[in-house]
């Protein structure tokens, strides 16, 4: 199959973001691996390994409060310092396990220190995407991007598996924060102009904090005029049993693959191959119907990972990728039309605040997650999973709205006539 070229792909600062998203992924893929393998060697317990995701999820629902940070700082210093700031504090677990040792609150703490950074950069990258290519091409650079990200993941995660296999955790923590500085350097290059956004050097701190609550004020406004408030409970219902499932899943790969770390690895993998299908399939299935496309999916989504949790390991795994498909079609999808219809300023905002609320189920799943762990099998939190993602379909047939919802390019996110039940 030919792929078709396009004049952004050879766009300077584009390329320079491919580098970072290149680099970004094999520290992240060695990273989401050994991050939580690290906490539950450190403490031998599943319920640990739902403190971790407590506590990188939490970050998740903070996002709100940390992301409008980002409209004081100049986005090219925003990413460039942040990257630079994680990668110094990574390299304090390998130092510290090397001369006085590791406690695994502490690596639960930086763990949601990093996820902090995390949810101040993620705004930026959505935002000068925009910017860099033009707003007539964020589908086309959007899928690009994803593809070459789930393509590195699918390698990245698959071989950080096996490389933790051999050389430990502290290692794999050390790649991690030698990839950061890497990206640290490519995003220090960017020449993109960023929109003016006139600030008196000489307002007082308290008329700062109050010119915050306006912006954050404002981007609560674009969410209110939308449909998202219809899409909120379901979504805050399916990502508490995400994490349900994410939770366990380090303790459940590696009961079906007979303790070999490298399994983990795999599982992420298989999911990240799912979600680059859906990502290259986003683009062919737009002109569908969005409440039907999400409807058929996410059920099938939850009889895959029904069927994941039953069978042996390789069934297991291919499944858990066919489920995974829904979530590159949706994310696409969605956060394109987001970055298509907002004004530039108000994209960070918009797609923080519907991350913020997206999160908030997830902090309670990651607990309820790694108590289940602890009190049952490893495979009745991933059915749990499944079933949710049934539940989740079911609750789009059952709303008027999201049921009825037109193919994406005509899906009017932001205007009043649309939230109309």
Known sequence: MKVKFE?????RN????????????????????????????????????????????SAGVLSFLIAPLANYF????????????KALILFTIPILHYTVGLHVWYVIGLLF????????????ESTILPIIVGKDNVIAANSFLQTIREAMDIAFLAGAGILITFTGTIPAIIITATCLILVTIAYSFFTFLQPDVKRD??????????????????GFTYIGN?????????????NLAMVIMTTNLPAFSLMKGSGIEASYG????????????????????????????II?????????????ALLPLVFSMILFSIGAISIGIINILVFSSIQRQVEVTFIGRVITLITSAAALGMPIGALIGGMLGEMFATEIPILICGVSMMLFSLSWLSSSALRKLPSIDHVKLFQESNVQA
């Open 201 to 218: 050097p000489s307002t007082s701190v308290g008329s700062a904090v109050r010119t915050y609550f306006i912006d954050l004020k404002a």
């Open 266 to 293: 795999f599982y992420l993998a298989a999911m990240s191959i799912g979600i680059m299908i859906g990502t290259i399939l986003a683009s062919k299935l737009k002109q569908i119907d969005f409440g039907k496309l």
């Open 7 to 11: 004049s952004f792909m050879v766009e």
């Open 113 to 124: 220190i990093t996820a902090l950074f995390t949810q101040f950069t993620y705004p930026i």
């Open 226 to 238: 939308s449909l998202i408030p219809k899409m909120i409970f379901s979504i805050v219902f399916i």
């Open 296 to 308: 058929f999916s996410f059920f099938g989504t939850g009889v895959m990972w029904i069927g994941t």
């Open 74 to 85: 100049k986005y090219k210093n925003g990413l460039v310092y942040s990257n630079l700031l």
């Open 14 to 57: 584009f390329i320079l973001l491919m580098m970072g998203v290149f680099i970004n992924a094999l520290g992240s893929g060695v990273y989401a691996i050994a991050g939580m393998l690290l906490v539950l060697s450190l403490s031998g317990s599943v319920l640990y390994s739902g403190f971790a995701l407590f506590a990188i999820t």
